[in-house]
């Protein structure tokens, strides 16, 4: 047996469903007692698996709780991989992997570390959040032949670059992975990264290729660095109150709104700064646009009107003014989606 069929992902969905965990190592183990290859299972079985999950949370199907008793089983079900993985025929070099400051979504990493090992790599997982200064350190004292950095959301991209920067002062060549890094890594190459990977797979196939020696794709103009993107992640904070306040005093609706709610708008502002910021340290206004289409689905199943969306970002614009001119057009065009649908 090669392949994973319906009846296999089926049931591993629904041993997620029920944060059943030995049920989940049971379909996996079996697999790789069938003669699956370990990668396989991590991105035909798992991976999938995991995307559904995130599925389920961004309609509305489960809450947070869930989501995260499903992670957590997947967690274990890789750590369970891993146990019975064969001693590789031979070795290769040393990888560093890590998640971005801010990631706390280390599964797709952790799965990619055991690609890696599979492949006769020696890996070191550094876990969720590493603090750049930190990962600089460890790569000063390890020496490794390459670093792999994880991030799922395009907004954590200026703590991505950071990231990328420290490695590069440390000589060790950057192989970023993670859907943040855009859907053909197009703004990890923007930012210095080496190379990008889409899986443990492809990471396993880049590093093989004679890493670093391999020539990576010519990069574009460089991205506008006119420190906007700091000013506005500096003003994070200001820009969701005043946003937030000009909301309850326009918008009927939040009139009503206890401190709970209130909490929560400013964390939505908040986060509609953070891909702003991230657009415009990159220069690619779709960044920000793709992430305000799917931020107004998000909040329509969770009962928050489109308008409510649109008012923010109008209250937002309002309070950039002229000091902010990038970020008043980029947000501009997320405004204009808005509107339109």
Not at 267 to 278: K, W
Not at 312 to 332: I, T
């Amino acid at each position: 047996m090669t392949a994973i069929d319906a009846t296999a992902a089926d049931a591993y969905l629904d041993a997620l469903t029920h944060a059943d965990e030995t049920a989940a190592v049971a379909v996996a183990v079996g697999l790789l007692d069938a003669g699956v290859p370990v990668a396989a299972i991590l991105t035909g079985l798992i991976a999938p698996a995991q995307r559904q999950v995130g599925e389920h949370w961004a309609t509305g199907r489960w809450n947070v709780a869930r989501e995260h008793a499903a992670t957590h089983v997947s967690d274990r079900v890789v750590a369970a991989l891993a146990l019975r993985l064969p001693r590789p025929d031979r070795r290769r070099g040393r990888v560093v992997l890590a998640c971005v400051s801010g990631e706390w979504h280390e599964l797709a990493a952790r799965m990619a570390g055991e690609v890696l090992r599979a492949e006769g790599w020696t890996v070191a997982f550094l876990g969720a959040s590493t603090p750049a200064a930190h990962l600089a350190n460890y790569l000063h004292d390890l020496g490794p032949d390459a670093v792999g950095l994880s991030c799922s959301l395009p907004d954590l991209l200026p703590a991505a670059q950071t990231m990328i920067d420290a490695a590069r002062q440390a000589s060790v060549p950057v192989l970023a992975g993670g859907a943040g890094f855009g859907p053909d890594g197009r703004w990890a190459l923007a930012l210095g990264a080496t190379g990008w990977a889409a899986d443990g797979p492809g990471a396993a196939a880049r590093l093989a290729a004679g890493w670093p020696a391999f020539a990576p794709p010519p990069l574009g103009p460089p991205p506008r660095d006119d420190g906007e993107h700091v000013r506005l992640a500096e003003e994070r904070d200001r820009l969701a109150a005043g946003t937030v306040e000009a909301l309850v005093e326009g918008l009927p609706a939040a009139k009503e709104y206890d401190e709970r709610r209130l909490a929560c708008a400013r964390d939505d502002i908040g986060r509609v700064t953070d891909f702003l910021a991230a657009a415009l340290l990159v220069d690619d206004p779709e960044l920000f646009t793709a992430f305000t289409a799917w931020q107004a689905r998000v909040m329509a199943v969770r009962g928050v009107p489109r308008p409510v969306l649109t008012a923010g970002c109008e209250a937002l614009a309002e309070l950039l003014g002229a000091d902010f001119p990038r970020s008043g057009r980029v947000l501009a065009q997320g405004l204009a989606l808005l509107r339109e649908r």
